[in-house]
């Protein structure tokens, strides 16, 4: 059973930087199809942030391009969100998923998130 785990968050100053891990066990991310960041903000719903879609392309919400990049490392079975110049309207949640194939179906994973708090 594939599992899902971040970490990295706290809390840092408008401005500051902070880099995100999710660790998979139970299979190597590199089975996975898609594997994406999401965030969500106090009172607002989940918004997708940053993602590896269909191999090694990526994608970004227009909100963070420029400030964060996306990585992963396949022999730690690790993806990573590397976040720069932030500012308060980060402030949230941020959760990993990551989709593979499987019998009978696809199936979606989600991690428990790690709360990033932006100070101004």
């Known amino acids: 059973q594939v599992q899902l785990e971040e970490s990295g968050g706290g809390l840092v100053q408008a401005g500051g930087s902070l880099r995100l891990s999710c660790v998979a066990s139970?299979?190597?991310?590199?089975?996975?199809?898609?594997m994406t960041w999401y965030r969500q903000a106090p009172g607002a719903q989940r918004e997708f942030v940053a993602g590896?879609?269909?191999?090694?392309?990526?994608t970004y919400a227009e909100s963070v391009k420029g400030r964060f990049t996306i990585s992963r490392d396949n022999a730690k079975s690790t993806m990573y969100l590397q976040m720069s110049n932030l500012k308060p309207e980060d402030t949230a949640v941020y959760s990993c998923?990551?989709?593979?194939?499987?019998?009978?179906?696809?199936?979606?994973?989600w991690g428990q998130g790690t709360l990033v708090t932006v100070s101004s």
């Open positions: 590896f879609i269909t191999g090694d392309s990526t």
């Open positions: 998923n990551a989709n593979y194939y499987t019998y009978p179906g696809p199936v979606e994973v």
């Open positions: 139970g299979s190597s991310i590199s089975s996975f199809y898609a």
